[in-house]
């Protein structure tokens, strides 16, 4: 029956994340049961396509996702696909009709991560967070409303906001990583041999800017999702915190953890100033 293989599939895309990022996926564990399945089924497709792009070198990398992409929108058309990940995938799209267009944003970030190695831009830069992490955020957005298009457009600012932050993070907390073995380079006309504090503190000043945005959207979330993602968010915030602390000659040498004790103090304030309704920006 189907069904037998539906339920394999959202196991696939639960142990996908649970293998890849334990952070995120206790973060997202603590969804309401409602969406948490919806929101693996994302990030599995999310994950596979960026395994594509970033770690299978000795592969055929471009053949590989213009398959994994022919596969995708068969799947989503016919409802759908003998992969386990795609699968889940696009049942949450056509449960929630997940526009195609968000989509298509984030596998063009993906293809460009075939290629490019530098953002000499701020528009190639802006192009590549949308499609690769704000996009991502939006189809979670629609996961959360339930289907409400007036509080999705509504909050859609604010979850463009906390994707750019993320990624923004991402990008510093492994700009050693991404430049010494992908050659790659994101952040527009930063000099990676002569990578200065004032460099650093010029793109954390930008990425407070997104969180100090991204948190008024936070609090009008629904309880589905609101705790979840707050977690998310001051664990990024703790991270942006360290980065921020650390000299920029060290960014580029080691990339930068938080401690999994660290963690426990971060869930643990989260939830007192949950529970007592006083989320605001940190």
Do not use: F, H, M
């Given at each position: 029956m189907k069904s037998i293989f539906d339920e394999v599939s959202y196991n696939c895309s639960r142990l996908v994340i649970k293998r890849y990022s334990t952070s995120f996926y206790f973060s997202s564990s603590l969804l309401s049961k409602s969406v948490k399945q919806d929101i693996f089924n994302i990030y599995g497709f999310v994950r596979l396509?960026?395994?594509?792009?970033?770690?299978f070198h000795e592969f055929p990398k471009k053949q590989l996702l213009d398959e994994f992409e022919k596969e995708l929108w068969r799947g989503i058309n016919n409802r759908i696909s003998l992969n386990p990940i795609l699968n889940s995938f696009q049942y949450t799209v056509n449960k929630y009709s997940i526009p195609v267009d968000l989509i298509s944003s984030f596998l063009d970030s993906m293809k460009m991560?075939?290629?490019?190695?530098?953002?000499?831009?701020?528009?190639?830069?802006?192009?590549?967070?949308?499609?690769?992490?704000?996009?991502?955020g939006l189809m979670c957005l629609r996961v959360f409303v339930d289907g409400s298009e007036n509080l999705y457009n509504e909050l859609s600012p604010y979850a463009i906001s906390l994707g750019s932050a993320f990624q923004k993070v991402n990008f510093l907390r492994d700009i050693k990583d991404d430049s010494s073995f992908l050659n790659r380079v994101y952040f527009p006309n930063v000099d990676m041999d002569n990578f200065s504090d004032q460099s650093k503190e010029e793109i954390i000043e930008e990425i407070e800017e997104d969180f100090s945005n991204a948190i008024k959207g936070i609090v009008k979330l629904p309880k589905n999702s609101k705790f979840?993602?707050?977690i998310a968010y001051r664990y990024y915030f703790k991270l942006l915190k360290k980065l921020k602390r650390i000299p920029s000659e060290n960014i580029v040498k080691k990339r930068v953890r938080i401690h999994n004790f660290q963690k426990f103090i971060v869930i643990a304030r989260s939830y007192v100033k949950y529970q007592l309704n006083l989320i605001q920006w940190i």
């Open positions: 396509a960026d395994e594509i792009v970033d770690t991560d075939l290629d490019k190695k530098e953002y000499d831009s701020v528009e190639e830069y802006k192009k590549y967070i949308y499609g690769s992490a704000d996009v991502v979840a993602v707050y």
